[in-house]
């Protein structure tokens, strides 16, 4: 029967993080699934769903990559995965859309498109966030992928988009995205 295992490790961004998880994940006899990598300014960040060998259980493997990690000042955490969230599904014929978010910097803006976004039922599956712009000018710019279980929702959702538009001065972009599949 499989194992996995949730591995988050973050530290200050330089080059051999990736090829050092990899090959401390390989020498342990994990198999690397899916991951998600991101630098945040200076911190690189990683999830990572690893299948676990026989024998290893996820907070052993935290142990176990102690001595792999430190020299780079890794911190990581491990946290088994039930088997059923770790079980691959088969794409599923569900309504995915992009929404974009541009506008001037300040507290709020993910709370409450988030916020609106739970009130819909829709599930944000990815979001990526960055400040850009000089500092006395920040611009926040942050792109989510969101799944709704009907698409009839979407034109609800979109009407609750366009109003929190004044409210957080900020453009927005919602569009349905073409069939996404791995």
């Known amino acids: 029967m499989n194992h996995f295992a949730i591995v988050t490790a973050f530290g200050q961004d330089r080059p051999g993080i990736v090829a050092l998880m990899a090959d401390s994940l390989y020498r342990l006899g994990c198999n690397i699934e899916d991951t998600c990598m991101t630098r945040l300014r200076g911190e690189f960040t990683m999830m990572l769903m690893v299948r676990l060998p026989e024998g290893i ?46 506008g001037a910097d300040h507290p709020g803006i993910v709370a409450q498109v988030a916020r609106t976004v739970a009130q819909h039922n829709g599930n944000i599956t990815d979001m990526n966030t960055r400040v850009v712009g000089s500092g006395e000018r920040p611009i926040y710019v942050m792109v989510l992928e ?10 609800q959702l979109r009407q609750a988009l366009e109003q929190l538009k004044p409210l957080l001065g900020v453009d927005l972009t919602f569009r349905l995205l073409e069939s996404v599949t791995f």
Do not use: K
Not at 73 to 87: E, K, S
Not at 146 to 155: M, R
């Open 146 to 155: 969101i799944q709704l279980s009907e698409a009839q929702q979407a034109d």
């Open 57 to 102: 259980a996820a907070e052993e493997l935290g142990r176990r990559l102690t001595p792999y990690t430190t020299p780079l000042d890794l911190a990581v955490l491990c946290r088994a995965m039930p088997d059923q969230a770790a079980t691959r599904q088969t794409a599923l014929e569900v309504p995915t859309f992009m929404l974009s978010v541009y």
